[in-house]
T-cell receptor, first 116, second 110 residues
């Protein structure tokens, strides 16, 4: 079964601790993305990566870091510098083909992070 | 500033009703308009529109884009309780980026 997995589903951390959220895909997609969703708001782009060993900041990258050492994996670290880290985090991936645009992104089930 | 605005933010209707969800956008380097359905967790892809005036249909759902007036609508006919969800609109910008609206929370009462 092809898909995107995120782990864990729920994560609780104390303020001041860094935490890493996992995202893995076996769709052979080149591009991967991290979004944050807050209640009553749409998704906001944190980071994205078009190829291995390359990534770009999105609209709200401050306080976050990523790596892309393998095509299948795009972990997100929420650092202690992120002022309001409690949110729902969604990972997505996409591929450009003759029939599909890279805008057509497919999402994982998300990780709900609570920091107290 | 790039923005995508959806309306209404919340809608409650009875099963069998027809609903229209709206999405307006102001995005530089616009390439496409996408609709997603989010029930509990992962948004699932519904439609991508790139051309004005061409309706896309999937069962009871349909959508159309107006690139002159910078908006799109999503229609759902003969609604069912399973249509209850948050519907997200996103504008495709440049090669890969999506700019999302706030979402419309649709509730279908039996």
């Amino acid at each position: 079964d092809g898909g995107i997995t995120q782990s864990p589903k729920y994560l609780f951390r104390k303020e001041g601790q860094n935490v890493t959220l996992s995202c893995e895909q076996n769709l052979n997609h080149d591009a991967m993305y991290w979004y944050r969703q807050d209640p009553g708001q749409g998704l906001r782009l944190i980071y994205y990566s078009q190829i291995v060993n390359d990534f770009q900041k999105g609209d709200i990258a401050e306080g976050y870091s990523v790596s892309r050492e393998k095509k299948e994996s795009f972990p997100l670290t929420v650092t202690s510098a992120q002022k309001n880290p409690t949110a729902f985090y969604l990972c997505a991936s996409s591929i450009r083909t003759a029939l599909r645009s890279e805008h057509e992104q497919y999402f994982g089930p998300g990780t709900r992070l609570t920091v107290t | 500033e790039d923005k995508v605005v959806q309306s209404p933010l919340s809608l409650v209707v009875h099963e069998g009703d027809t609903v229209t969800l709206n999405c307006s956008y102001e995005v530089t380097n616009f390439r496409s308009l996408l609709w997603y359905k989010q029930e509990k967790k992962a948004p699932t892809f519904l439609f991508m529109l790139t051309s004005s005036g061409i309706e896309k249909k999937s069962g009871r759902l349909s959508s159309i884009l107006d690139k002159k007036e910078l908006f799109s609508i999503l229609n759902i006919t003969a609604t069912q309780t399973g249509d209850s969800a948050i519907y997200l609109c996103a504008a495709g910008q440049g090669a890969q980026k999506l700019v999302f609206g706030q979402g419309t929370r649709l509730t279908i009462n039996p």
